[in-house]
T-cell receptor
Framework: AQRVTQPEKLLSVFKGAPVELKCNYS??????LFWYVQYSRQRLQLLLR??SRESIKGFTADLNKGETSFHLKKPFAQEEDSAMYYC???????????FGKGTLLTVNP | GAVVSQHPSRVICKSGTSVKIECRSL??????MFWYRQFPKQSLMLMAT?????????EQGVEKDKFLINHASLTLSTLTVASAHPEDSSFYIC????????????FGPGTRLTVL
């Protein structure tokens, strides 16, 4: 079974501070991990995927298979980063996404 | 690119009526479309997976006779909530994936269904 855990429902930081949104997963095979973001009154959109190893809007995430984690990090948070962040996992063959419950990030001025 | 639309964005109906929600991929051909349900302040729950020209695959606990899915073309999938009841009130979101970046789903804006 696929499971994604985001332990923090809410996370509040000040502008310029580092931010880390935690994500742990459970999957028996080789997972594909994603971070999706939903800004206020907007649709869900892909932020980054682990296979492309890219940095989007200053965010990075490293897949740690030993710890089964895929934490999202940014060294200096900006106010426009305030949004709901969902970690998601896809099985290797079915493309179905299992979402975590989400973390609401608030970046204060 | 990779835009997905949903129509309507909001619908209010009486209990017992059926409601159809459309999901369209506007600038790409969607190999697969997915339908999700999202309760207030909760995450997205996958309801079903729809491939063009074949029957939808429903997740455990989702009534296929209640939530009818038709994937008529590579750009259109519809979700019909049959004989809707107040407990069906929710936010329904579709997503689509194409052949390029096949592992990526592009999401529609969602449809707010309220059943009175």
């Amino acid at each position: 079974a696929q499971r994604v855990t985001q332990p923090e429902k809410l996370l509040s930081v000040f502008k310029g501070a580092p931010v880390e949104l935690k994500c742990n997963y459970s999957y028996s095979g080789s997972p594909e991990l994603f971070w999706y973001v939903q800004y206020s009154r907007q649709r869900l959109q892909l932020l980054l995927r682990h296979i492309s190893r890219e940095s989007i809007k200053g965010f990075t995430a490293d897949l740690n298979k030993g710890e089964t984690s895929f934490h999202l990090k940014k060294p200096f948070a900006q106010e426009e980063d305030s949004a709901m962040y969902y970690c998601a996992l896809s099985g290797s063959s079915n493309y179905k996404l299992t979402f975590g419950k989400g973390t609401l990030l608030t970046v204060n001025p | 690119g990779a835009v997905v639309s949903q129509h309507p964005s909001r619908v209010i109906c009486k209990s017992g009526t059926s409601v159809k929600i459309e999901c369209r991929s506007l600038d790409f051909q969607a190999t697969t479309m997915f339908w999700y349900r999202q309760f207030p302040k909760q995450s997205l729950m996958l309801m079903a997976t729809s491939n063009e020209g074949s029957k939808a695959t429903y997740e455990q606990g989702v009534e296929k006779d209640k939530f009818l899915i038709n994937h008529a073309s590579l750009t259109l999938s519809t979700l019909t909530v049959a004989s809707a009841h107040p407990e069906d009130s929710s936010f329904y979101i579709c997503s689509a994936r194409g052949s390029i970046w096949a592992d990526t789903q592009y999401f529609g804006p969602g449809t707010r269904l309220t059943v009175l």
